[in-house]
């Protein structure tokens, strides 16, 4: 059995800032325009993608991120719909309704919760937190000490946080720094 | 020791003593005293000698204005702190301070012989007087100026201390926390805004709260009780943040602006540590009120530095607010009313004091008050001289002629301890200018203003030239309701009574009987500069105030010239007979007070200083010895060393083991773009010089991508995963640059193309098999891949699975040699890694780094774009014309390549060079040349790549020469600092030039 | 520091995009069919003017969507954002 190595991420908690690697999940990016597209995505998922900027629609298995206006992340855990990539591939991209990348590898999940935790961003990001904290399903790219992300308000004061693999030991030990200073 | 204190106040705790050292003497003061205000309570002007004079020089103000009373904080190499204002500066128990550009000590100074051969030292001195002889520059000059003109120490070690940022954003910033300011933040918060108010001292309420005169009431109160009220009263409202401590540094465009938040400077060492010392807030407002207040000016007279003259209003500060007289026997000067507040302050305390009015006459409430109280006033009197050597201890003052031009009548000698002077208010226009605000000049008394409010930004109060408290609140209210758009009543009612200034008289440079020349009338007095050095800039032709500044050095120093700058624009005005406002003022640039680096760097520092990438193998490179390399972001294996080699012996071994039987190289930071679409085959032909449509399904190509200028921009393989599906490589450094510049193009110029790109670097981990042992050790990896050249040839991919994991294997090469790239989901990257070591012990197989690729590529004679390119070779320069296709429409950069420029043939070429000392290896960078005779010698390139190559067993080099293609075979040479190296021009391709290796 | 609108996702800091010059420069179609000079003039002939200035920027850490943007150089404010296809606001010269 091949091992995985998960980036050296692991659970702090201070300043009521909760910081937590979320492992296996499944995040595949999402492309398309046409009506058929949609009409195909919502069947397959059971859910409309949203069409609103910086917004999130969820449902029992999926959450789904408007990235752009014709590009979305949907993310889940792995245990659960094992094939829903291969059907998205089969269905989307084989027969060019669209285009369905798997990017599981490509981001981890850094799940930050507690009170502090927008005081915590806005230590490394210009991005205005005001509207953002104050609805949860909010969503949005921006940047985080020099690094993109994606935030998700997945509850109150619960946000996922998604990064480039690459970057994730850098931002995680950024945020562990950070948050000894709120 | 003498107690100047002499009265006690609510905002000095004297059950709190502090002890502090100042020029190694230990001092007291109390907790609420700033370290200005305890030195004066001790009697103690005399801080600091000036810049070019030496002559001694007290505190001038208490605020950031303060030119003089600059400090060096403490005495560690890594804590010590320059150029810090005494007057800023909050006592704490253990303080040390000491006086700056005084050696060897402040009150004897070697460098007080200047003062005395200050005719030769003029306005613009530098740029004379240390002319010639140009030897004596740097062995006689330089070092003179430098001993006996610091302005303070920069710490020699690492700051430890700690710095933070923040980003803010409120629905309305507040500059200021004096009575403007407050009643706006509270009318902003109370109307549901979010609102943020900062002001640079520990305590909210500017130079009202601490206002004791009773002519000045508002609802019956002294203005300072009921201000006290209101501070009471905002500091319950919930949407209102209120930051003391915390100074504005820049106004920048759209509401961006910066203010540093001093957290742990007032605290005692002990309780300094682990906090954050400073805090930079990068503050988003929609809307900004700004509330600055204004600065007195002093008066250009001759003398007018001597220790023990100060700003009047900062004398009355000291009194009303620290509880600290600044003499016993004090004059006050001026030419506006606010000086008899002090006077009135002081003679309350018992203190005794006259006036030296400017003005004819005057009549105001103060006025009154003043005459009533027996205050002995000289109106119509100017001081022409001072007297005393470490500080002020008489005064002449003579009467004005009618016109105010000339002095008439006899000197009258007044003996005294101190000065106040008081030329006026300068409003601090200074962020209004800063976020672009224009000014305008008001004659009346002499000030810029903000010419207009824009429908984000607005200046109320003495800022904008509002000075009585009647009209500074009534007008705030006013203004802050249409700003605002909002309708608040607080103050409907509010009842007002203050006096009214009614007589002014501006004279910027007072007139005196001795001549300029001899006379000392200090403008800047950080900068020493004079009235004289004005006037000499302005006979020597200078005009623009720009100039005249720089020339001067007025207002150049660390204050900014917050004191100066109206004086000197004052001054050429008047000697140039124009209009003041016509001049217009320097730029006031940020940031408003000094910011310390650390504050400016935030957590950006150690481990932070830069973002860094690792690939998902990094922990193995680790383990084993690599040193690393940066790649853009990425840490990369650079060579890994094996018992003590250096760098030169590990490469040789990596690249002798790669060539020989096996070496693996970590790949993963290659730019992934996974393309997919109808048109992706269409849109490769467009974006690569080469073409891509009769690619089959699992063969990959090789791509040159041009800038539309028709220059190299980045290189990669392509494989085509599916019809309408591919995955792009690009260089580990241009990634982003490329997916940015392919969506414009998709986006842009060709919308109507189906292709999506997304980018998957960071999902695939990539181990690069090579050499003539890299087919078995694939075979042992993949016992159920068929490795056969029929099946799986050069330049082809198939996926198969290591256990149960996809992998992407390209039979792809950079080495020349027969090589596989495995690409695995990057969470098992590591994994496969450890794998492929396993399986490959058996054939030495040998991880190696970024210099060996660079060397085994160099060897095939492979471009690096980056190295071998700098964005000025086209293919052609790079002899790569096979891989231009001609049968194409376009692609990004075609037409670029037949431009009458591009197709030159005397253009710089890529070509192999070798030395004619096999061993000697070239520097990479050097230039090349013909001939080393002829001067100027003719420069035909440089060299791009060298490397001792170990499969050669000779020096091998990459270089770009003028016309290289056609000088195959002739000789160059390299000139170094210390000899020339002859070189041969020779082929790109040094070894294994029919490709045998590829199939070996 | 420009707060820019992006006609997608929007009010951003500046930080988040990323510039790319003049707008409406259109690629010519045939390039092949240009005179050096013709070419020589879409390449490297940009405006470059004091007051308002029609550019394209990227929110390249945001959606990645490249847009039109009508900025008055003279004191940096941003008159109005269009998104890329769409005709400039007329009612700038
Ligand atoms: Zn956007």
């Known amino acids: 059995m091949l091992d995985i190595l998960h980036p050296k991420i692991s659970n702090i908690n201070k300043n009521n800032i909760d910081i937590n690697l979320s492992e296996e999940i499944i995040k595949i990016n999402i492309r398309g325009k046409n009506k058929e597209f949609f009409t195909k995505i919502g069947k397959i998922l059971s859910i409309i993608l949203p069409s609103e900027p910086n917004t999130s629609s969820s449902n029992e298995s999926y959450d789904v991120l408007w990235l752009s206006p014709d590009e979305w992340m949907i993310y889940f855990e792995e245990n659960k719909n094992t094939n829903i990539f291969d059907q998205l591939y089969k269905d989307i991209s084989s027969i060019n309704l669209g285009s369905i990348t798997d990017i599981s590898s490509q981001l981890i999940c850094i799940n930050i919760k507690g009170e502090n935790i927008f005081e915590l961003l806005s230590s490394g990001s210009p991005f205005n937190f005001e509207k953002f904290k104050n609805n949860v399903g909010s969503s949005t790219q921006t940047l985080v000490n020099h690094i993109d992300v994606i935030l998700h308000h997945k509850s109150k004061n619960n946000v996922n946080l998604f990064v480039r693999r690459s970057f994730s030991e850098h931002l995680y030990e950024w945020l562990v720094d950070s948050s000894n200073f709120i | 020791m003498p107690n100047y204190r002499i009265h006690k106040t609510e905002y000095i705790d004297e059950t709190k003593r502090v002890s502090f050292k100042y020029d190694g003497k230990t001092y007291f003061g109390y907790e ?49 702190e320059p150029n810090v204002r005494a007057t800023e500066l909050e006592l704490y128990e253990g303080l040390e301070a000491s006086s700056q550009n005084c050696w060897p000590n402040v009150k004897f100074d070697i460098g007080g012989i200047n003062n005395f051969i200050s005719p030769l030292i003029p306005a613009g001195f530098y740029y004379k007087t240390f002319m010639w002889p140009k030897s004596f520059w740097k062995k006689v000059y330089e070092p003179l100026i430098r001993l006996s003109a610091g302005l303070g120490k920069s710490p020699t070690e690492p700051d430890p201390d700690i710095y933070d940022h923040k980003h803010v954003h409120y629905d309305v910033l ?40 009773e002519s000045v009431k508002i609802d019956d109160k002294l203005s300072s009780e009921w201000l006290k009220n209101e501070i009471q009263e905002i500091k319950k409202l919930s949407n209102l943040t209120i930051k003391t401590r915390t100074s504005i540094a820049a106004y920048h465009g759209y509401n961006f602006l910066l203010a540093k938040e001093n957290l742990t400077d007032h605290l005692p060492e002990e309780k300094k540590r682990n906090k954050i010392r400073q805090r930079l807030w990068k503050i988003r407002a929609k809307k900004v009120v700004i509330a600055t207040g204004s600065i007195e000016r002093p008066l250009v007279f001759n003398n007018n530095d001597r220790p023990g003259i100060l700003l009047s209003n900062s004398i009355n500060k000291y009194l009303d607010y620290y509880g600290v007289t600044c003499g016993e026997n004090i004059i006050l000067f001026t030419n506006n009313d606010s000086a008899y507040e002090t006077s009135i302050s002081l003679h309350k305390k018992g203190i005794k004091n006259l006036i030296v009015d400017l003005r004819k006459s005057a009549t105001s409430e103060l006025i009154k008050q003043a005459e009533s109280l027996g205050i002995k006033i000289y109106f119509n009197h100017v001081v022409t001289n001072t007297f005393g050597y470490r500080k002020i201890n008489s005064l002449e003052i003579m009467k004005l002629s009618e016109d105010g031009n000339t002095t008439v009548g006899d000197k009258i000698k007044l003996s005294c301890d101190c000065l106040g002077m008081s030329g006026g208010w300068t409003p601090m226009v200074h962020m209004h200018t800063q976020s672009g605000g224009k000014l305008n000049f008001r004659d009346d008394d002499q000030v810029f203003l903000p010419k207009e409010n824009s429908e984000d930004q607005i200046s109320v109060g003495s800022c904008n030239g509002d000075f009585d408290l009647e009209n500074v609140i009534d007008k705030t209210v006013n203004k802050i309701n249409k700003f605002l758009d909002i309708d608040n009543q607080d103050y409907q009612d509010t009842n007002i009574i203050c006096s009214k200034e009614n007589d002014k008289r501006n004279i910027w440079l007072l007139p005196n009987k001795i001549p300029l020349g001899k006379t000392k009338c200090f403008i800047d007095f950080q900068n020493d500069s004079t009235a004289k050095d004005i006037k000499l800039a302005l006979k020597e032709g200078f005009r623009s105030i720009e100039h005249v500044k720089r020339y001067t050095t007025t207002g150049m120093a660390t204050d900014q010239g917050k004191l100066s700058n109206m004086h000197a624009l004052g001054i050429i005005a008047d000697t140039a007979g124009v209009k003041m406002g016509s001049l217009g003022t320097t730029t006031f640039r940020p940031p408003f007070t000094p910011l310390t680096f650390g504050t400016l760097v935030g957590r950006n520092v150690g481990k932070f200083f830069e973002v860094v990438r690792k690939t998902s193998i990094h922990e193995w490179h680790v383990e084993n010895n690599a040193e690393f390399e940066n790649v853009g972001q990425w840490k990369r294996p650079w060579y890994y060393p094996k018992n003590g080699e250096n760098m030169h012996d590990a490469v040789q071994r990596e690249s002798k083991a790669a060539r020989e039987s096996s070496g693996i190289l970590d790949a993963s930071t ?127 991919f198939k996926e198969a699975k290591l256990e149960n994991i996809n992998c992407r294997i390209m039979r792809i090469s950079f080495t020349g040699e027969l090589s596989y790239e495995i690409n695995i989901e990057s969470k098992y990257g590591h994994s496969l890694w450890k794998m492929c070591i396993e399986a490959g012990k058996e054939f030495n197989l040998t991880p190696y780094g970024t210099e060996t690729m660079h060397l085994l590529r160099a060897e095939k004679g492979f471009i690096i774009v980056g190295q071998d390119t700098d964005g000025t070779m086209t293919p052609s320069d790079l002899q790569m014309d096979w891989i231009v296709s001609k049968k194409k429409y376009d692609f990004i950069g075609k037409r670029s390549l037949y431009r009458s420029d591009t197709i030159r043939e005397d253009r710089k070429q890529l070509v192999g060079l070798l030395t004619d000392d096999p061993k000697e290896i070239l520097e990479e960078g050097a230039q090349i040349v013909s001939d080393v005779k002829s001067k100027p010698i003719d420069m035909l390139g440089h060299v791009t790549s060298s490397y001792f190559s170990p499969n050669l067993n000779k020096s091998i080099a990459l270089a770009v020469v003028r016309s290289g293609k056609t000088i195959k075979g002739q000789k160059l040479i390299i000139p170094m600092e210390h000899k020339n190296i002859n070189v041969t021009v020779s082929d790109t391709i040094f070894f294994d030039r029919e490709n045998k290796r590829l199939n070996a | 520091m420009f707060l820019i609108n992006c006609p997608f996702c929007g009010e951003r800091d500046q930080s988040e995009f990323s510039s790319g010059g003049e707008a409406h420069i259109v690629r010519p179609k045939q390039p092949t069919e240009l005179s050096d000079d013709e070419w020589a003039e879409y390449l490297f002939m940009r405006k470059n003017i004091k007051g308002i200035q029609f550019e394209r920027w990227n929110h390249v850490h945001g959606c990645r969507k490249w847009f039109n943007v009508v900025r008055d150089t003279s004191n940096d404010k941003i008159l109005s954002v269009y998104k890329m296809g769409e005709k400039p606001p007329v009612n700038y010269k």
């Not at chain 2, 070019?52 to 030119?67: D, L, M, Q, T």
């Not at chain 2, 500059?175 to 640079?200: E, F, Q």
């Not at chain 2, 393309?675 to 399904?697: C, H, M, P």
């Open chain 2, 670 to 796: 290659l730019g992934k773009i996974d393309i997919q679409g109808t048109d992706a085959s269409e849109f490769l032909n467009r974006v690569y010089t080469n073409a891509w449509s009769k690619l089959a399904i699992g063969k990959c190509r090789y791509g040159l991508m041009l800038n539309e200028d028709g220059m190299v921009y980045d290189d990669g393989v392509t494989t085509r995963i599916s019809e309408n599906h591919y995955l792009m490589t690009t260089t580990t450094g241009g990634a982003a640059n490329v997916l940015s510049k392919l969506e414009d193009y998709l986006q842009t110029e060709w919308p109507e193309l189906d292709v999506y790109l997304t980018s998957v670097t960071d999902h695939y981990s990539t181990a690069s098999i090579c050499g003539p042992n890299s087919k078995k050790i694939l075979n042992k990896l993949f016992p159920n891949l068929d490795l056969s050249d029929e099946n799986f040839p050069h330049m082809s």
């Open chain 2, 174 to 213: 507040v500059i200021g926390g004096g009575v403007s300011g407050i009643i706006s933040a509270k009318m902003a918060a109370k109307n549901n805004l979010k609102t943020l108010l900062v002001d640079d001292k520990k305590t909210l309420g500017g130079s009202t709260i601490y206002q004791n005169n």
């Open chain 2, 32 to 80: 609420g005293d700033t370290l200005a205000s305890a030195l004066l309570a001790n009697g103690i002007h005399l801080v600091a000698r000036s810049f070019k004079y030496h002559r001694p020089r007290g505190i001038v103000s208490c605020g950031a204005e303060e030119p003089n009373a600059i400090c060096q904080i403490g005495s560690k190499k890594d804590l010590t």
